[in-house]
């Protein structure tokens, strides 16, 4: 759940825990009131970046191939004698990237009124 649902989540809580209502009696168990909301995956944006750089590291495997098999070009003349060194360089900087993205990333904060 993103930071704004669960937010309201434990505002409708407390409005019900401030009426004189359980908590518990009115929601269940937090267990079972937690597993009654949808579960969803978010994407980080250390994971977008992840993604970015294999989608890339694709995109120049499948560009290196077209290149040798439609113009006889060999890629080699160009990045030396490994011919998957860029993209692997793409992909490991990605995950380095994406995961200090994340790792990095300041603690959102809550809108406290």
Do not use: C
């Not at 969803?40 to 992840?50: A, C, D, L, Q, Y």
């Not at 993604?51 to 191939?65: D, E, S």
């Not at 993209?87 to 790792?103: N, S, T």
């Amino acid at each position: 759940m993103s930071e704004s649902q669960i937010i309201e989540v434990i505002s409708e809580v407390r409005a019900h825990a401030a009426n004189g209502v359980s908590a518990e009696a009115e929601f269940g168990t937090p267990e079972e009131y937690a597993s009654s909301f949808p579960k969803s995956k978010r994407r980080t944006r250390g994971v977008r970046v992840v993604t970015a750089a294999v989608l890339i590291a694709i995109a120049y495997g499948v560009t290196v191939l077209a290149l040798m098999v439609l113009f006889n070009f060999d890629i080699r003349a160009v990045t030396g004698p490994v011919t998957l060194w860029p993209a692997l360089l793409i992909i490991v900087l990605g995950v380095l990237g994406g995961f200090l993205i994340d790792y990095l990333r300041p603690p959102p904060r809550a809108n406290r009124a």
